[in-house]
């Protein structure tokens, strides 16, 4: 199985958060992964942003950017 390049975009209450650009073998995995990213470069607990981006709002987008296939 190969990884895939995915995009989020995340949102907060009135700010956005650069688009991010993640390999990841699924969206969950992705979606871990960028989550991370934000809570390192804002300097807060990564269950913080787990939390604020659980899906229970619609304040994230994650969708595959390029699709690797195996020959």
Known sequence: MLKQLFRGAFNYQR???PILYRYAYTERQAWKVMC?????????????VYGIFD???PNFEITIEMEVKEK
């Open 15 to 17: 700010s956005m958060e």
């Open 36 to 48: 991370d990213a934000i809570a390192k470069r804002n300097d807060v607990p990564k269950a913080y």
């Open 55 to 57: 899906g229970s709002k």
